[in-house]
């Protein structure tokens, strides 16, 4: 600690060290920073304001440090954070366009799309290795309309994230996404029916 530092000082615990005129330069630094971050949405484009990417989801990280440590820090000037927010902007589009003229380095920066479900079977092996559970499975295949495994000609764990669900016009014999999770009344007492497991 430093010797300097006198512990629950409340003027500098709720100001801070620095002159109050300070805080009149975090506004400017905000808004400077603000117009460059705009800048970075302008150079990403449409697609970098949907589903992100693995890439699109570190420049994130980098960008949020990078912007909150020159706004509140005094001794990192805007030219440091322009620099790092630009550079680090055109070196993630960089890898992006260099990644889509070579296979095997969009799999390996993005992955692939993973089948989690095909014509109702669950592949466990995948669903253990993306770590997903039955049950987050079963709720995104409710909230896509199934009520049944059976329902489901595929479901696709997309390397943005999402789950694609495409379900066949079969009428299931069984709603098993679905009747587990019903309340039954023996007597006066609720019990969970277990048609399905989750």
Known sequence: MDDKVDPLEWGRVLLGPYPPLFYAEIAVRILMLLALLLL???ILGK?????LSPMQQLLLVALGSAAGDVMLYPELSIGYAAMVLVGVTLLTIGIEKSANHARWFRD???SRPCVLVQDGEIDVAVLKRERTTRRELYAILRQNGATALSQVELAVL???GDVSVILNDSIPL???LIEYLKVRKVGDV???QHT???
């Open 40 to 42: 970075v949405v302008h």
């Open 47 to 51: 697609r970098g304001q949907q589903n």
């Open 108 to 110: 390996y920066l993005e």
């Open 158 to 160: 997309e390397v943005t």
């Open 174 to 176: 069984e709603r098993d």
């Open 190 to 192: 609720a019990a969970p």
């Open 196 to 198: 399905a497991s989750a």
